[in-house]
C-alpha cells in the first residue's frame, strides 16, 4: 500500500435537489442499511445541492442510495488531524495557505479523534506528500472505513 | 413512368392559380347555397361569395375545426345526401365522441387520384408488391392505399395491421416490394423479422416504405433507412381531407399538396397571421373539391412548414415537410412560440442530461418566467458543484439558441420527472392563476 492509498478516504457525494425531505431519505436510508455517517456537509447551489458524507461502509452505502434513485459518486478526500483547541483551525489553515494546496473544498467536525479537517485536493499524492513533510497528522483511512 | 398526371403535375404555377381560384369560387358559392352550417358562418363573419375576388381572399373565410365534425355528428355537417354517397369511414376522436365522413363516387375518385400521382411520385407502379399493414375498416388508411395503388398497376396485399409473423412470411412468399404502415409498425416488424431469424435488408425483396398516421422523426427515417435497407417516404393525411392524401416524391423533401385539390395555408397559431415559406407554423387545409363534406380553412392542429420552390422532381405543387408537433402542444412565452419538440431536440445534444424533461411556466411580474427541469445524467454526476454549475449553463445555452427566448434549467434528480403522462404533467402553466 503506497502512501497516499494509507490516506485517501472514499467520501460519498450525493446530488440532491433543494427541497424537503431529501436529507431525511438519504439519512433513513442509510440508518436502515446500519450505517455509520462520520461527518457530513452540504454544499448548496441555486436549485441543487450536493450532500458529502464519510461513512463506515461507502460501498454499501453507494449500493443502496443508487438503488432508492440517488444520482451518488465517490471522491476521494483526505484528513488532517487538528489540534482541539483555540487556534487549532488556523494552525493547518495557515500551514495549507503556505504550501499552495489547491483545495476543492474542505469541511470541519470534531469526534473521538480529536478536530479533523476534511479536504477535498486536486492531486491527492501531492497533498500527502507536502501536509506530512510538514509535520501535521493525517488520519488513516482505516480510521473510518 | 415518372407522372401520373402530368398536365396537372407539371402544371405552370400561374395556370394553377387560376384553377385554384376558379375552383375557390365556385366552392363558396356552392357552401353558401348549400350548407346551412357554412352559411350561417360566413354570415356571422360577414363574409359574403362576392366577397372573393382573387385567390389571397380565401383569408376572409372563417375557419372549420375538428369539434364542428363532433358537434354535427354524424352527418348533419354533409352537403350531399345518403342516396349520393357511396361509403362512410369512421375515426375514433381521442377526445370521446367519434366523427364521421362520408364521400361521393367523385369524392373517392379524387381521393385514389391523389394517391395514384404521390405514389408514382415515388416510384411505386405495376411489378410492385404493396403490402397494406394499415387498418382495414372503419379507418381510412388501409382502403385508401389499396385503392391508390391498384389504381397504378401495383400488387396489393391487403394484410391489414396485426399477425406480424404471417406478415413477415408473406413478404418472402410474395415477394413485397414496399409496404405502407405506421414508422414504428415498420421497426416492430423488422424487430419480429430478426426473432425469426429474417433480415429484411438481406432476405426480403422490400425496397420502399410508405410511413405516415403517426409523427416521426429524421432520426427515426434515419434508422428505417440504415437498419432496413429501404427508403422511407412520408404520407400524409387525415379522414377530414379524405384520408392518406399526399406523399413524398422520390426527391424526400416534403410532401407534394395538390394544388387543384387542396389549398394549403401556414398560418401562426395565435395571431392566424399569414407565414410565408419556410416559416413554422400551424397547417390549414381547404378543399378545393370534396362534394360529400367539403372542408375550408380545416385548422387539423399539425404545425409544420412549407416550399413554394418548384420541386427538382419537376412538379409544381407546394410541398409541405414532416409534422413537427401539435398545435394544442404549444406555449407562449413572451410572445415567441415553443413547442415542447423543439427542447426534446435540444437536449439530444447535452449527454449530462436526460431526455426526459418538465417545463414551468410562470408570470414574474409582466413578463413570462420559463423553468425547464431536467435530470442530472448518473455518468455525468460530479462532486464538484462548478461542474454541475457548468452543465446547467450549457443546457440553458443549447436552449436559449433553439427556442430564442430565455430560459432558466433547473438539475433535478435522475429518475425524478414524471413519464409519458402527457402534456399535463410535462408543462406545468401557472399563469392562468
Ligand atoms: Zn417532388
New binding site residues.
Partial sequence: MTETDRYVIKQISIFSENRPGRLAAIAKALTEENINILAFSIAEADGFGVVRALVDKPKKAYEKLTGIGFNVAFTDVIAVKMRDSPGGLYEIAKMLANVQINIEYSYAYTGKEGGVLILRVDDAEQAVRLITSLGATLLESRVFQ | MMFWDPRVEEMPKEELQKLQYKLLKTLVYRLYSFSPFYHDRMKQSGVHPDDIQMLGDIRKLPFMYKRDLRDNYPDKIFVAGQDDLVRYHVSSGTTGKPTVVGYTRNDLDHWTASLARGLV?CGLGRGDVLQVSYGYGLFTGGLGLHYGAERVGATVLPTSVGNTERQIELMQDLHTTAIACTPSYLLHMGEVAEKMGVSIRDDTELRMGILGAEPWSDTMKARIEDWLGIKAYDIYGTSELSGPMFCE???Q?GF?VWGDLAYIEILDPETGESLGPGEKGELVVTMLQKEALPMIRYRIGDITSYDDGV?????THP?VMRISGRVDDMLIIRGINVFPSQIEYALMAVPEVGQHFQIVVDRKGALDDMLVRVEVSRESFSDKITDLMAIRKNVEHKLRNTLNVAVNVELVEPGSLPRFEGKAKRVIDRRQL
Wanted: with cysteine.
Fill in positions: 411520385s416524391c422520390s426527391e423533401k407534394h420541386c427538382a422532381c419537376g412538379r410541398r
